[in-house]
T-cell receptor, first 118, second 113 residues
């Protein structure tokens, strides 16, 4: 149980275009999902918290108009990178929050999406 | 805000060697602590977690970690590593009831035959 998928796994786009990445919880509902960015040989950086039915909460320094997040259902959150630039090239990972075996909320991670902007 | 430090960036061990990866956090309040593993080409998987109780936590695949509050540490250990343990290991923390995780920079473990 607690499987999270992401689509696409890899995407290459041209500068100036927009790219949408989907994050789905396959066997559970998640009112909260998280979007992370992972740079090569560096840690995961939390970008934003996605809340079903309400606006996402962005971390300091993350441009909300550039990284649009929509959490329209209890199993789907999308991240749209608008007007992409080469510096947006990165590995984007989502996670979904659910009640775990510990009796507390735990995050389950998707496999990530490799974005390359040319 | 809390932060997490992993001082070992790249560790190379021979099979059957013992492993200890360091993790220190900075936060004075209640913390929940996690170790995640990322095998090549795969997604992050939870190895073990600490919320409260016994500070020695056992996880999957023979891993364990010890929470030492006085040292703000949560080091990961395994008595005998295998080639299949080659992966990136991340320590993470969240505080109180907050769910947001703060990750360390990760440690790349390479196990040689």
């Amino acid at each position: 149980g607690a499987v999270v998928s992401q689509h696409p796994s890899r995407v290459i786009c041209k500068s100036g275009t927009s790219v949408k990445i989907e994050c789905r919880s396959l066997d559970f509902q998640a009112t909260t999902m998280f979007w992370y960015r992972q740079f090569p040989k560096k840690s995961l950086m939390l970008m934003a918290t996605s809340n079903e039915g309400s606006k996402a909460t962005y971390e300091q320094g993350v441009e909300k108009d550039k990284f649009l997040i929509n959490h329209a259902s209890l199993t789907l959150s999308t991240l749209t990178v608008t007007s992409a630039h080469p510096e947006d090239s990165s590995f984007y990972i989502c996670s979904a929050l659910t009640y775990g075996t510990s009796g507390r909320n735990e995050q389950y991670f998707g496999p990530g999406t490799r974005l390359t902007v040319t | 805000a809390q932060s997490v430090s992993q001082h070992n960036h790249h560790v190379i061990l021979s099979e059957a060697a013992s492993l200890e990866l360091g993790c220190n956090y900075s936060y004075g309040g209640t913390v929940n602590l996690f170790w995640y593993v990322q095998y090549p080409g795969q997604h992050l998987q939870l190895l073990l977690k600490y919320f409260s109780g016994d500070p020695l936590v056992k996880g999957i695949k023979g891993f364990e970690a010890e929470f030492i509050k006085s040292k703000f540490s949560f080091n990961l250990r395994k008595p005998s590593v295998q080639w299949s343990d080659t992966a990136e290991y991340f320590c993470a923390v969240n505080t109180g009831t907050a769910s947001k995780l703060t990750f360390g920079t990760g440690t790349r473990l390479q196990v040689t035959l």
